[in-house]
C-alpha cells in the first residue's frame, strides 16, 4: 500500500490500480496460478469464502483474526496475510468464512485460528 503523500501529485490524485480476486475457495485460485492463468503476483486481495487446503502447499497463513496478530493488520477488515515459504509478503485476504465465525464468537474463534493457520511468532 503506498504513503498518502505518494497518492498525489501536483494536488492531483494519482491513479493506480489494485488487484481484487473474488474466489469461492481459495483452492481454485491456486489452480490457477498451476496453469499459469494468473500470477500471484499481480494479485493484491483476495476475497474469498474459504481458505480450503492448497495454500499449505506453498504458502504460510498468519491469521489476522488472532488477538496476537491485530497490530499486524494493515488494512480494515483484511483477515489474513499470505506468505510465499521465503516469508515474503505474497497477498492479503477476506476470508469470509473465518469472518462471520469471529464475529459470532470471537473468543472461540481465536483457538481455531490457531489450529487453522499457526499461531505467529
Do not use: C
Amino acid at each position: 500500500m503506498r504513503a498518502p503523500e505518494e497518492l498525489f501529485e501536483n494536488g492531483d490524485v494519482r491513479p493506480f490500480s489494485k488487484t481484487l480476486e473474488y474466489k469461492h475457495g481459495l483452492d481454485a485460485l491456486i489452480d490457477e496460478f498451476d496453469s499459469e492463468v494468473k500470477k500471484p503476483q499481480h494479485i493484491n486481495l483476495v476475497i474469498a469464502w474459504a481458505a480450503e487446503e492448497r495454500w499449505k502447499e506453498r504458502y504460510q497463513v498468519v491469521s489476522l483474526l488472532h488477538h496476537d496478530n491485530l497490530h499486524l493488520r494493515r488494512f480494515h477488515g483484511v483477515t489474513h496475510e499470505f506468505m510465499h515459504q521465503t516469508g515474503d509478503h505474497a497477498f492479503y485476504a477476506v476470508i469470509l468464512r473465518d469472518l462471520v465465525r469471529y464475529l459470532n464468537h470471537p473468543l472461540q474463534e481465536q483457538d481455531i485460528q490457531a489450529d487453522l493457520y499457526g499461531a505467529e511468532e
